[in-house]
């Protein structure tokens, strides 16, 4: 067990290495993407919902404002000695000119109250001279994280999806940051109807072959207003039933490494744009956590029990 569930939380990262709650602020930069703005492609990934942008968010708030808007909210929530990350979320946050990079990734250093940056991009939006500038952050702030978009190992599937890079770009990327104090977070997808429970096996692997620092994992859903979702309604394809994800989400836990953190095992869409599944709502995300935890207790599954 590690502390009192079965694979190692974010929770309970923060919990071991801080003595204050750590929070993570959702930031959203005027940012766009080389698979929408016609580098690579355009209309984004199918299941591209605008950008990622989550509810509540504007690009058009300026950034400081949007760091000291969340600070705010969290002390009064979690306490005043509440801690904070700055997530740069929506869209590529690698994907514009140095100075300007540098002159959003600066402003979280104005807050006293922040000690890290979470930025999350593309394989194929990073390079020597940003990682450097990423790097320079770890002098100054105890987490300094980057966040990759992986989805699948399946080369095939990436061409589905619209993704724009290969299996490759991503594992690059990847030894890349890894010779530098930037730890790395891989995001993957469960689900996809024409892959097999050995494709997402395959994935999860990969990801601990790599060493990957954190994980994000979520089953794939179906926002309206997306190229997914007019596939969705036309052809009406199997997603994973709730019991069917908790099992596969259990076997890819156990194939990672003890020390690579659990930073997300479901999706929460917003209400009034989800199409599919249900269990991808916000209220949802407790449920699915003791369905995990009760499921990896019975049948004797931790996190690392079958890593290599």
């Known amino acids: 067990m590690i502390g009192d569930l079965p694979y190692r939380s974010l929770n309970n990262y923060f919990k071991k290495k801080y003595s204050n709650r750590v929070q993570k602020i959702t930031v959203s930069l005027p940012l766009t993407c080389p698979n929408i703005d016609g ?3 355009s209309g984004g990934c199918i299941y591209c919902f605008n950008g990622s942008i989550p509810p509540g968010n504007s690009r058009q708030i300026p950034l400081s404002e949007q760091i000291n808007n969340g600070i705010q909210r969290g002390k009064k929530k979690y306490g005043l000695n509440t801690k904070f990350i700055i997530y740069y979320q929506t869209n590529s946050n690698t994907y514009d000119k140095y100075e300007n990079l540098k002159n959003y990734y600066d ?5 006293s109250d922040v000690i890290g940056i979470d930025i999350g991009t593309r394989s194929d939006c990073i390079d020597e001279k940003i990682l450097d500038l990423i790097n320079s952050y770890t002098e100054k702030l105890p987490e300094v ?6 989805q699948s190992a399946n080369d095939e599937t990436l061409k589905k999806i619209n993704r724009g890079h290969s299996v490759e770009d991503f594992v690059n990327a ?3 940051t890894k010779k ?11 689900g996809f109807p024409w892959e097999t429970k050995n494709d997402f096996l395959k994935t999860a692997k990969l990801c601990a072959d790599l060493k990957i620092d954190g994980i994000k994992i979520h089953p794939l859903y179906i926002m309206k207003e ?7 309604e036309k052809e009406k394809f ?10 596969i989400l259990s076997e890819i836990i156990g194939l990672l490494p003890e020390n690579t953190i ?13 199409l599919a599944p249900e269990y991808c709502k916000p209220e949802y995300k407790n449920i699915i956590k003791e369905k995990l935890i009760k499921y990896m207790k019975e049948n004797n599954i931790k996190q690392g029990m079958q890593y290599k």
């Open 262 to 274: 659990i930073m997300r095992f479901t999706a929460e869409g917003d209400k009034n744009f989800l």
């Open 226 to 232: 997306t190229k997914l979702a007019a596939n969705y």
């Open 180 to 190: 530098t104090k930037i730890k790395t977070i891989a995001h993957i997808i469960i």
């Open 145 to 150: 994280w980057i966040e990759y978009g992986l």
């Open 39 to 41: 580098t690579k492609g």
């Open 238 to 247: 199997k997603l994973l039933e709730l019991d069917e994800y908790i099992k």
């Open 107 to 111: 402003e979280a250093l104005k807050f």
């Open 174 to 176: 990847v030894l890349k």
